[in-house]
């Protein structure tokens, strides 16, 4: 089946909305990059001081590793002033709330829904979403430039899309929103889910090499205390699991697909202007639902602090 002529692409969405979206992005990849290093330091601490455990009292190489294990206590310490300090998560929280708000706007305007309805000139819808844009940036609790791509708020495509028919904006609404969602969250359940099991596995794995470490060092048969690196390890892996959150995602993702499949269904009975609204306030509150719990399950989240060693 051919795509609608006036689907809405990403360069097609509001300068606010893309600028927010790359803010969101920036702030993901520099929070995660800064929790990784983290939880690698605190990793390496555990291996200097088991090391140092095992080598000769007064010896050169013990004092090695007594500093060795220092730094990467002292790496660790940074890595969470700088975590504290600029606060990477909340430019990636906030950002993607007003990227989504944005999207939702941007989808209404164009397909002519509440609050942007056929029934109301151009030039006002026009007045109206570049006041609701300037109240979702101004409610945004993170202070931000969003205007990284440009000041262009509504596209020629979004103006186009907003003149079309009724079943082209239907057709259009569908394929590059519903249809576009729908695929996203269920690609994404399914790769939560790919990459929850294979991180249980790698935890597993280490703590059957746990089990093992200390049975040869019950049975005599090493003199290496091989445990407190594995259960750093161990502690490590569970603290990125509990960040990345696989398990809520897949899971979250997986019912939102649901739901939109079962949105997308109900379109077969919107043919008149009278109920398209109604349906499309529906769909993007269905979408919404899930930024909402997303943006609630990750301010809940903060890595946890206790695991040191």
């Known amino acids: 089946m051919a795509q609608p002529e006036h689907v809405l692409l990403p360069e097609d969405l509001p300068a606010v909305q893309r600028s927010a979206d790359a803010a969101s992005m920036e702030g993901q990849k520099s929070y995660l990059r800064w929790t990784r290093c983290r939880l690698y330091f605190v990793v390496g601490a555990a291996v200097a001081g088991t090391l140092t455990a095992t080598a000769d009292q007064g010896s050169g190489g013990r004092q090695s590793l007594i500093i060795l294990s220092l730094i990467f206590f002292l790496m660790a310490f940074a890595t969470e002033i700088v975590l504290l300090s600029s606060r990477p998560e909340e430019a990636w929280y906030h950002g993607r709330a007003v990227a989504e708000s944005a999207k939702t706007l941007a989808w209404k305007f164009a397909v002519c829904a509440d609050p942007f309805p056929q029934s109301i000139s151009t030039e006002e819808a026009e007045r109206l979403l570049n006041r609701q844009l300037s109240d979702i940036v101004a409610e945004s609790p993170l202070l931000a430039d969003y205007s990284s791509t440009g000041t262009e708020q509504i596209s020629d495509k979004m103006r186009a899309l907003r003149i079309d028919e009724l079943h082209e904006r239907k057709e259009s609404y569908l394929a590059g929103r519903i249809d576009d969602q729908r695929l996203w969250y269920s690609k994404s359940s399914k790769r939560n889910e790919k990459k929850s099991f294979q991180w249980r596995c790698v935890l597993l794995g280490l703590e059957v090499l746990g089990a093992s470490a200390a049975l040869l060092l019950l049975v005599e048969a090493t003199s290496i205390e091989f445990g407190s690196v594995l259960a750093a390890c161990v502690a490590a892996g569970g603290a990125w699991i509990e960040v990345k959150q696989y398990d809520n995602l897949a899971s979250a993702y997986a019912l939102t697909a649901t739901e939109l ?35 609630a399950r990750r301010m809940r989240t903060r890595l946890p602090r206790g695991n040191r060693s």
């Open 261 to 295: 499949a079962l949105v997308r269904s109900a379109a077969g009975q919107v043919n008149e202007e009278s109920d398209w609204s109604a349906y499309v306030s529906s769909a993007e509150q269905a979408i919404s639902r899930e930024h909402t719990m997303w943006l």
